[in-house]
């Protein structure tokens, strides 16, 4: 059966320091892999999406990256965190467009 | 632009009751509808997915259906238990990216 992991669960990050939320999806090849981001008040938003490796699509411009260095594994980064990051972080995998979408656990991010 | 509603925002019921939950969307163009259950602090968990080319879906006490021409959904859930309480998002997948539109969600809480 598939599984995804998301880690850490929460992390704690002064304003200016560097990011890196990691994601991967076991018993599935090719998946299609999403980052959500949910913050507080406000509804799940889709940040990246990617059909394949090296395959990145940004829906909002942001001071976050994405990248898929390897077909189960989805990287999330920034290079300097901003409050305005701080946020519930979901990754998600689908086998295909229309299929359904499976979220992992989350990442809690919290800025200070 | 897709845009998602769910009414109501929170919702509080005694155990044993069936209720409905509400979701509707602007454009008729989804492709399908997928229904989460978000526990506090935790990730989502899919119920169910309604295809567009589909009338319902039925999972034990769930019960999810599609209007696409009146732009609704609906998550009927019977015998309600005070395990069920959490919040419950429903998402339109639309475009060539199989990207998802969440609504706000609906909290649930089943007293004993």
């Known amino acids: 059966s598939q599984t995804i992991h998301q880690w850490p669960a929460t992390l704690v990050q002064p304003v200016g320091s560097p990011l890196s939320l990691e994601c991967t999806v076991e018993?599935?090849?090719?998946?299609?892999l999403y980052w959500y981001r949910q913050a507080a008040g406000r509804g799940l938003q889709l940040l990246f999406y990617?059909?394949?490796?090296?395959?990145i699509s940004s829906e909002v411009p942001q001071n976050l990256s994405a990248s898929r260095p390897q077909d189960r594994q989805f990287i999330l980064s920034s290079k300097k965190l901003l409050l305005s990051d701080s946020g519930f972080y979901l990754c998600?995998?689908?086998?295909?467009?229309?299929?359904?979408?499976?979220f992992g656990d989350g990442t809690r991010l919290s800025i200070l | 632009k897709q845009e998602v509603t769910q009414i109501p925002a929170a919702l509080s019921v005694p155990e044993g009751e069936n209720l409905v939950l509400n979701c509707s969307f602007t454009?008729?163009?989804?492709?399908?509808l997928q229904w989460f259950r978000q526990a506090p602090g935790k990730g989502l968990t899919s119920l169910l997915l309604?295809?567009?080319?589909?009338r319902e879906q039925t999972s034990g006490r769930l019960n999810a259906s599609l209007d696409k021409s009146s732009g609704r959904s609906t998550l009927y859930i019977a015998a309600s238990q005070p395990g069920d309480s959490a919040t419950y998002l429903c998402?339109?997948?639309?475009?060539?990216?199989?990207?998802?539109?969440f609504g706000q969600g609906t909290t649930l809480q089943v007293k004993p």
């Open positions: 998600a995998w689908s086998v295909g467009v229309g299929q359904p979408q499976h």
């Open positions: 018993g599935t090849s090719n998946p299609n």
């Open positions: 990617s059909v394949g490796i090296g395959q």
């Open positions: 454009d008729s163009a989804i492709y399908n």
């Open positions: 309604i295809q567009s080319s589909q």
């Open positions: 998402a339109g997948g639309s475009g060539n990216t199989g990207k998802l539109i």
